[in-house]
């Protein structure tokens, strides 16, 4: 009721001279006073100058009732705002001297927590916490060197008594680390040895607190030193791979006996942190004892990446087929069916999503057996190789999404939710609604008309079909006196997040070699194109031609295929764990690693001879072995075709 109002600052054409809105809810004034175009800002301590960014942005905003509008950003915010100032070009005006008013403002988000990491002592090589109010899981630890008596986990085991001391592989006069040794790690220009952190998720780090030795403070203690984050967390901790610098430090030469605090603030979560010290010790010339890096406690504060849990779908569908718009999230179509079903238009597979406790899914009735509950039809789910039988009720998604949770409601009314609802069934996942697998099997009936959740956090893999496959209803084994002899549920929820199904690259890649993008709503960083031939050094054909996005360009290999039998006969391979591979191929690097869900050829322009008709996508960590994706045998017959590829696992190279 109570409404905003500027100082008269704006001229009659709305121009100011120098994530919800609602509008003035009081007469018609609304139409002449609220704004038509605004600019959101965030202030930003991270930035080498502090100040404001723009977060989000609106322009040409008109307002034909006095209902709420809301913006989204184009793009997932990942950095923290202290102060947020909402700046407003113009409004629709009309007046002279007319304010700017409107009646509520909200901002959505969350909060993010400051916390210490690890969240309590690490007392082994892997230290797992749990029941803690934040950081649990595990967390490995590794080293490139430490003296045995000063291990790696005293910078760790948050006591300031107790000291990690590396060998001995600095100059003792200047404390520069001599790079000779073998446990040592390269980074960049830099060399030193070095302590490495994974974490059980990822981590947004905004602080680091380095306390020194009580001893060898001035000795010992680092004087330059980076901290750097690896977006690859796997394999071995203490194994070298691509380092991002999150801080670093240079000739820091005013250590004391106390603890320095650092702001890092970084906008990018990693899960596995190392700090390498290049240089050690107070004194650049005619030291002492400066001979190893020794340093008595590490502690890095910051806040773990939230995942937003959603509801699926986003809302009650009203149909079996839906399309939602304008939802916060999940936008896109939604699919309901059903193997079989009791009626076409009272209790269709919709039902089971529409919100409603009250109505249900009712699947044909004597498919189950009436005394038993046991599944006697004829409908079957081939899930990882097995022919399992029973009623099904199905999901299709817009777009793959992990799910952690899924929460199913009986029928109301009478006995019916314990004699028709599902007993021993599965929940099974797929990519293309042909190949299922299994996230989870249950076997418990309901004792009470309830909604009762079941718990997949498991499941780490997404997919945009979800399929329930009931095997038996009821709540015996015997004696359902025929009320077991069908399948009803009132209402299935799925509650996950979205693993967003993009094209890469993001934009045109022009370059053969790197290519750099910026600015974008996705796809950012580092991208590089290689081929293993050309057929001449003409842009038209290179590998860049491949992905620039473009029909009228295209990447053509050397003449190495015989020309009757299109069997390859150069001499290149390429090398994996089941063998090597033989053949020319084109090679995308990204910098942040992709999961892919499917893959998209557009044929060149003489087709008929020279598209592949027999080919394989590999995916590497390091571009030295390689590991097979998907391999196809279907000849190129349309302008442009999709293959499914199911993935599961990250890779950096393809």
Excluded at 341 to 351: E, G, I, Q, R, V
Excluded at 626 to 650: A, R
Aim: aromatic share 14%; net charge negative; with cysteine.
């Amino acid at each position: 009721a109570t409404y905003f109002s500027t100082d008269v600052l704006y001229a009659p054409d709305g121009a100011y001279g120098d994530s919800t809105i609602l509008p003035r809810q009081d007469g018609d004034s609304y139409q002449s006073v609220s704004p038509t175009a605004f600019v959101l800002l965030g202030y930003s301590e991270a930035l080498s100058v502090p100040g404001f960014v723009t977060i989000l942005s609106s322009s040409s905003i008109t307002w034909d009732s006095k209902e709420s509008q809301r913006w989204y950003p184009s793009a997932t915010i990942s950095a923290r705002y202290s102060k947020f100032r909402l700046v407003i070009p113009s409004i629709i005006g009309g007046a002279d001297n007319s304010p700017c008013q409107f009646a509520e403002l909200y901002f959505y988000g969350h909060e993010q927590k400051v916390n210490a990491y690890p969240p309590g002592q690490l007392t082994s090589s892997t230290t797992s916490f749990s029941g803690g109010s934040y950081g649990n899981g595990d967390y490995s630890l590794a080293a490139s060197s430490d003296n045995g008596v000063y291990e790696v986990l005293n910078a760790f085991d948050q006591a300031n008594t107790t000291d990690f001391q590396s060998g001995p592989y600095y100059n003792a006069a200047t404390g520069v680390h001599d790079c000779s040794a073998s446990n040592y790690v390269v980074y960049g220009y830099y060399c030193g040895d070095s302590l490495s952190l994974l974490f059980p998720s990822n981590f947004f780090v905004t602080t680091i607190v380095l306390t020194p030795s009580l001893e060898y403070y001035a000795q010992r203690s680092p004087r330059s030193w980076s901290l750097v984050g690896a977006l690859d967390s796997s394999g071995d901790v203490a194994a070298d791979r691509t380092w991002n610098i999150i801080y670093e430090e240079r000739d820091y030469v005013s250590w004391t006996n106390e603890s320095r605090v650092i702001a890092v603030d970084t906008s990018v979560a990693y899960k596995l942190f190392r700090v390498i010290f290049t240089e050690v010790g107070n004194a650049l010339a005619s030291g002492t004892d400066q001979d190893r890096v020794q340093i008595a406690d590490i502690r890095l504060y910051g806040y773990e990446e939230l995942i937003a849990i959603q509801m699926y779908p986003p809302g009650g569908m009203i149909l079996d087929q839906i399309v939602f718009l304008n939802a916060q999230y999940g936008n896109g179509v939604y699919t309901a069916s059903a193997s079989s079903l009791y009626s076409t238009t009272d209790f269709t597979a919709y039902k089971a999503f529409d919100g409603d406790g009250a109505s249900f899914f009712h699947a044909a009735t004597s498919s189950y057996d009436g005394d038993s509950g046991f599944y006697s039809g004829s409908i079957t789910t081939t899930i990882g190789g097995s022919t399992v039988g029973g009623d099904y009720l199905q999901l299709q998604l817009p777009e793959v999404a992990v799910i952690h949770t899924v929460t199913i409601m009986p029928r109301s009314g009478g006995s019916f939710y314990e004699q028709r609802s599902p007993r021993r069934w599965s929940l099974v996942g797929s990519y293309d609604g042909t190949s299922w697998t299994t996230i989870h099997n249950e076997n418990s009936f309901w004792t009470a008309y309830e909604s009762r959740s079941f718990d997949l956090s498991d499941n780490t893999i997404a997919y945009q079909y979800y399929r329930l496959v009931v095997m038996q209803v009821g709540y015996l084994d015997s004696g359902g006196a025929g009320q077991f002899d069908s399948l009803q549920v009132a209402e299935v929820k799925f509650y996950g997040f979205t693993a967003l199904k993009r094209p890469y690259p993001s934009v045109a890649l022009t370059a053969a070699g790197a290519n750099t993008l910026t600015g974008l709503s996705y796809g950012n960083g580092y991208h590089y194109v290689a081929a293993s031939s050309t057929s001449s050094s003409s842009a038209v054909i290179s590998a860049s031609a491949a992905f620039d996005l473009s029909s009228s360009t295209y990447f053509e290999s050397a003449a190495v295929y015989d020309a009757d039998t299109g069997s390859y006969g150069g001499s290149l391979s390429t090398p994996q764990a089941s063998g090597d591979m033989n053949g020319e191929y084109l090679e995308l690097e990204t910098q942040y690693k992709l999961v892919v869900i499917s893959l998209s050829l557009t044929i060149g322009p003489e087709s008929s001879t020279t598209s592949p008709s027999l080919w394989s996508l590999l995916g590497s960590q390091d571009g030295t072995v390689y590991t097979t994706i998907v391999t196809k045998s279907d000849e190129l017959t349309s302008d442009t075709t999709t293959f499914t590829v199911g993935s599961t696992t990250s890779y950096k190279l393809f």
